[in-house]
């Protein structure tokens, strides 16, 4: 049986420069999200290129004092047990009703170590610590502290194999999303469990969010239930914006 191969942060950083410098080339081939059919959503596949081609991929959005944090309001779902909406999931619900206890992450997909990880074991991970504003696509903004394991510590200790190109995520109240590798590994990409110093509430995404720092607040999808690893983009189907909102 061939053994399988496991890529470290530096690896992933440099295959994922490598296939911009694909991106960038007329003529080569690109995974680019193939969502983009329509007249209207063709811009953003320059808007990604550009963005990826003309800033540093690595570059940190601000970060702020603690005395700057302010009120960070909760849209779009804001319980995914709320059994009179559509977004209603009885497995949250269910796990909710146990503090958590139960939940797990699984992180599975082109990975050498699929596995299901409890939210004490991310907990044991070494956390950071970031205070950032928050972009809402609907045009305010809010400054939070969020406390979590970045998301490249995670795919590290999973084993993020070579092939791999996107990591996807599934939300309980039926959310999906994916980023790219430069995303992935971005320091400030974190799974956070943790919001202004206290756990991270129910309106607010508990037990596990994403902070995705450097593009608009939608890509921060709340109610984490698992990651997949992939080479091939998973369409997510029409969420009424851009696939990539960098800021």
Partial sequence: MKKKQIITRRAAITTGMASLGAL?????????????????????NFTYAAHRALLPGQSLAKEY???EISSMPATGTINP?????????????RLLSNGFDNWQLPVEGLVARPTSYSLNQLKSFAARTQ??????????????????????TLLEHAG??????????????GWLDC?????????????AYGMNG??????HGAPLRLRLEKQIGFKSMKYLERIVISE?????GDIGWAWYNGI
């Fill in 24 to 44: 960038i080339i007329p003529g080569c081939k690109q995974p680019l999200p193939p969502n983009y059919g329509n007249i209207l959503r063709m811009g953003d």
């Fill in 65 to 67: 004092r603690f005395s």
């Fill in 81 to 93: 047990a709320d059994t009179s909406k559509e977004y209603f999931s009885e497995s949250y619900e």
């Fill in 131 to 152: 205070i950032t504003r928050h972009t809402c696509e609907e045009g305010w903004t809010a400054i939070a502290e969020w406390t979590g394991l970045p998301l490249g």
């Fill in 160 to 173: 993020i194999m070579p092939k791999a190109r996107w990591v996807n995520f599934y939300s309980y109240d």
């Fill in 179 to 191: 980023i790219d590798l430069l995303d992935a590994f971005h320091p400030q990409t974190i799974l």
């Fill in 198 to 203: 206290k756990n991270l509430s129910i309106p």
């Fill in 232 to 236: 091939e983009y998973i369409d997510p």
